[in-house]
Each structure stands twice: as structure tokens, then as C-alpha cells.
């Protein structure tokens, strides 16, 4: 139950706070796009190649990071009842201290410059430990603590520990203390990162969205109260099992059948949430929930993936396979998921804003535009349909990159550059709404203090 | 007077724009009653700056009845603690 019994728009941040983040994910996309129409089938090469690294961390940090990041800020007020403290001034900071140190980032992996690598790591690392201290705070003083909640402490946690890793390979100090197995603590960092930050917070956030937003019944009860504790323990396990194998105390094939477990507690979860959709209520087609149901239904693919690659050495030591995996996971699911949120994220916090104003106003005489007024459904499809192209297209450009790479980069962009029109329409509507209203508080001089 | 609205198909923002809507129609003595299958924290605030007083209730199915009135409506109030008690 959403906890919004003294929701106030004072306890939110500005809007100006959440739609930076918002804004900037589709700015990474087109960059991540123009890489892949200049460099081509040079990025699917092989997953350890430096430009494939600094594109993966453009959607990583840049796209999904950065809309989670600003979607947490402003949602915990209305998901945990406890707002961050200092929001304007943390969100500020961690927008711009992500921002550039992702900018760093992928020119430090493009150019080798240690001195933008140490600026990256510095900027990732105060930006990422700003952002955790925050939301922890906030998600300490809950009161009443939910699925939701443990689900996004869990997935805070991961944040910090996909961090440290990541600060960990990157600042070289492994290498110089003559560490040598450096692919399996990348595939840790990644875990965390793609599991625990990115599949936790998914979680988490979907007991609340999917019945709210998609009309659908709700999750099953004992399903919300152990899955995200289960598999961030089950994580854990995983994480000193591959320890014990870089250590050689133990056999590769361990961890591998352990992670199999960790990956059928996500099949669960995405099978359970498609077939929430499928007794929807309402049935009228949504884009959101499209976008969700693709994202859901990469969870079984990128399984399925994971599983024939280890069941066959012949595909697992393809370096088609991990890109193919890496693929379905970050755009299939991870890019998916966001974009639809997005969708829902910016009309609903725009109108409510602006409904709010209304009524303090008690002004009936400028209208406020309705959620589907915001961003339209012909340009969301439009968009959604550009993005599945794209999707397609960087699938086949694992297997056939001369082929598709390009293509890729082309449906990418232009879904990217829909996606930011559509956000900079529904936000210049919010503007000129805002306007509007402060207007007419001008005119009959009602004291508004709750301007953005 | 009753006028009851079902909004318990709909997805977010549209049940709280029909209410907000619903209450502009309502006449003196005229009492709102809201069907929701959530109850509806986000409309409470909006109620109060709009002069609406309002109390909600557990339904038998699982969901929430919200009843709203206009808050000098002493008339609407008297018929609103008939339905509730």
C-alpha cells in the first residue's frame, strides 16, 4: 500500500529535481546511439574490448542509473513515507557528479587517460556514496517498513556494492598487488550491478506500480515478503562462491549452479508479473505495459541464454554469447522497463503538480491537461516501436555485427531522440500550465510559495 | 442525496480527475460516494484545499468507499453518518 497518508509536495523535491535525471538518460542514449552508428560492428567484437566497456556504462550509469536515480529521490517520500533529506541540494550534486563522471568514464575507457579514469572514479564514487547516504537515511527512518522497502534497502546496498567493485577494478590496484583474475570479480561487479541495483529496485518498485498503474491483483504476499531478501542473500552466497573459486578452493562449475538458482527466483518474478498483466482488469492497450511486458519477457530469454552457455562450451566461449546475453539484459530488460516508466513517471508527477497548485489556487479557470495530454499515446508507440527495432537490431548485431550494428545505431537513435521530444513536450506543457496559474496568483495576489 | 461513483477500473491519474470533477457537480445536501480499490491518499490534500471534508471505509470485496462533502454542508454531513453508520 502506497504510504501516502501526509503526502505532502513539500516533503518532494521541485519537479526541476527528478526531470534533470529523467532528461539526461535519453542524452546518454543518443551518445550511446552515435557510437554505435560510427564504430559499428567494432563494438560487438568482444565485451572486454575498452569501446564496448564505455558504451555498456553509457547505458548503464547513463540511461538506467540515472533514471533510477532520479525516480528514488522522488518517490520515496510516496513509497517509504520518508523523504530525502536535503533533496535539492543531494540531487543537484549526485545529477551532476553521475553525469560527468559517466562522461569521464567512457572517455577515460575510449582514450586510456588514467587521469580521466582517477576523475571518473572520484566523480562515480562521491555522486554514487552522496546518492546511498541520502537514501539511506530516508529508508532508516521509515516507519512502517514494506516489501517495498526491503526490497529497495536491498537494492541501495547493491548500488554501493557494485561501486566499490567497480571503483576496485578500475583504480588499478589489483593489478598492481598481482591479482590476475580480474574476469570474475568484472562478473561480480556486474552481478550486483544488474541483479542486485538494477533487479531488487525492479522488484521492489513493481509490488507498488504494476497493480497501481496496470490495474492488475496484487503480488502474491509471501512472494513480496521473501524474494528480494532471498535473492540478495542468494547473491551474497554467489559472491563467496566465486571468491572460493578465484581463491581455487573451489570448481568453477559451483558458483555456475548457484547463479541457475539466483536466476530462477527472476523467471519467478517475471512470470508472476506477466500473468498479474494478463488479468488485468482494464484492457485497454498501454505502452507502459507493453514496454514492461518486453522487459519481463527478456527475464526467461536472458535465463534461457545464461543456461545454454553453460551447458555448452561451444556457445559459452563464443564472444557472441556474453554480448548476446549482455544485450537482452541491459536493453531487453533494463532499458525496457525505465522507458515505460518514464512514460508514466513524467505525466502523473506533472499533473499532480500542477493539480496541486490548482486547487491551493482554487483557480478554475486554467485548465489542467490530463496525464495523456502530457505525452501523447500516437508518440509514445511511435517511440516504443522504434525502440523494439532497435532492440532487434542490436540482437542480430551479436550474431552478424557487420549486418545490424549499424542499423542498431540508427533505431536507437531515432528512438532516443523521440523519446526526448516526447519528455520535452510533456515538460514544456507542465511549464506553460505552471505559468499559467502563477499568473493568475499574481493577478488576485494569492502568497504561493511553493513555486519550482 | 447519494451520487456514487465507480472508479475502481480506472488507472491513475483518472480516478482522481473524476472525483475532482464529481465534486464540482454536487449540490447542496448532495453527498459523494467514491468506490476505489485502493484508498486514495493523493486526492485527501486536494480535498482539503478544495473545502472538502471527507471519510473513508473498507468495502466488503476488498476495496475502499470514500464519501465527500462540502464542508459547511451540515445537511450532506448528517446523510453521510446515516450511510456510514
Redesign the interface.
Known sequence: ??N??N??LDQAPPISIPFRFFLTAPLFGLAAAGMLLINGPDLFLTRWSPMTLGLTHMLTLGMLAMVMCGALLQMLPVLAGSPVPKVVAVGSICHLMITLGTVMLVFAFLSGSAIGDAVALGMLGGGIILFFVAVMIALWRVKSVSATVVAIRLAVVSLLITLLLGLLLGSGILGTMGFGDIASLVDVHLGWGIFGWIGLLLIGISYQVVP????TPEYPSRLRRLLAPALFIGMLIWTALVLGEIFGALNEIVPRIWMFFLLSGFVIYAVVTVRLQLQR??RIP?ITMMFWRTGMLFVPVCALVWVAGNLSPGIGYNPHYNLLLGVSLLLGVGVSVINGMLY?IVP?LS??HL??RQ??L?CMTVKVP??KEFISDKAARLQFRLFLLALLSALLATLRPDWFAHLAGLFFFASNALLLKNLLVAMLRYRETNRALLAYAESVRVPDGDVD | MEIQLDVS??????P??QT?EAIKQLNPGDYLRVLH???P??L???LE??GFLWRCRDDSSGGYEIFIWKTDDVAAALDVDSATS
Open positions: 500500500m502506497l501516502t497518508a503526502l505532502s497501481m498503474f496496470q490495474v482488469k482494464r498501454d508514466k502523473f499533473w499532480f493539480q496541486n486547487m491551493g482554487m490530463n496525464m | 477500473m480506472l488507472e491513475p491519474c483518472e482522481l480527475e475532482l480499490r485502493r484508498e491518499h493523493l485527501y490534500p486536494l484545499k478544495s
